[in-house]
T-cell receptor
Framework: DTGVSQDPRHKITKRGQNVTFRCDPI?????LYWYRQTLGQGPEFLTY????????KSRLLSDRFSAERPKGSFSTLEIQRTEQGDSAMYLC?????????????FGSGTQLSVL | EDQVTQSPEALRLQEGESSSLNCSYT??????LFWYRQDPGKGPEFLFT???AGEEKEKERLKATLTKKESFLHITAPKPEDSATYLC?????????????FGKGTRLSVIA
């Protein structure tokens, strides 16, 4: 069973450092989403890709955040000059959109702690 | 603005004590309503999608129902392994793709 895979599972960094997370979606899925989740809250949408095109970014996504999905396969999310407020679980999800319907399947997430 | 409100925030049940979780939503048209289960430190696990009022879906001890304003997740004779946070999300119906909007979840504890 090859679900959505995220790496690393945990990341501890110091304020001001850059971090990069990776997501490997389910292979036949054409859409890939990044969400962020803090304790006691539901996931909040950050951005999504259809194949290699980044089609939407949330207002939550400051210019310190950048995401890529080269060749429509895996995706990376980079946070530059991290701040303590960036501490959260970063979730990746993928889906296959058919006839206007889709189911999102999530990875286990990357837990980021900024000290 | 699209909004999802889940209640209660937390629920504690004895094993075998059936109950329901509520998800109220405000959207300008609904494409789909989703239920996920999330265990601590893990990503959400897909449970159900409902697309139209009156629709119901079941899986083991869980049954999800949908009306025009809310959805219920009914848990029948729960077991301790059902303890988790249950998340509700809506996908608004607008032109193009619309990302899921999540509620804050209901933390369910089932005591043996």
């Amino acid at each position: 069973d090859t679900g959505v895979s995220q790496d690393p599972r945990h990341k501890i960094t110091k304020r001001g450092q850059n971090v990069t997370f990776r997501c490997d979606p389910i292979s036949e899925h054409n859409r890939l989403y990044w969400y962020r989740q803090t304790l006691g809250q539901g996931p909040e949408f950050l951005t999504y890709f259809q194949n290699e095109a980044q089609l939407e970014k949330s207002r939550l996504l400051s210019d310190r955040f950048s995401a890529e999905r080269p060749k429509g396969s895996f995706s990376t999310l980079e946070i530059q000059r991290t701040e303590q407020g960036d501490s959260a679980m970063y979730l990746c999800a993928s889906s296959l959109q058919r006839q206007g319907r889709e189911k999102l399947f999530f990875g286990s997430g990357t837990q980021l702690s900024v000290l | 603005e699209d909004q999802v409100t889940q209640s209660p925030e937390a629920l504690r049940l004895q094993e075998g004590e059936s109950s329901s979780l509520n998800c109220s939503y405000t959207v300008s048209g609904l494409r789909g309503l989703f239920w996920y289960r999330q265990d601590p430190g893990k990503g959400p696990e897909f449970l159900f999608t409902l697309y139209s009022a009156g629709e119901e879906k079941e899986k083991e001890r869980l049954k999800a129902t949908l009306t025009k304003k809310e959805s219920f997740l009914h848990i029948t004779a729960p077991k301790p392994e059902d303890s988790a946070t249950y998340l509700c999300a809506v996908q608004p119906r607008r032109s193009g793709n619309t990302p899921l909007v999540f509620g804050k979840g209901t933390r369910l504890s089932v005591i043996a």
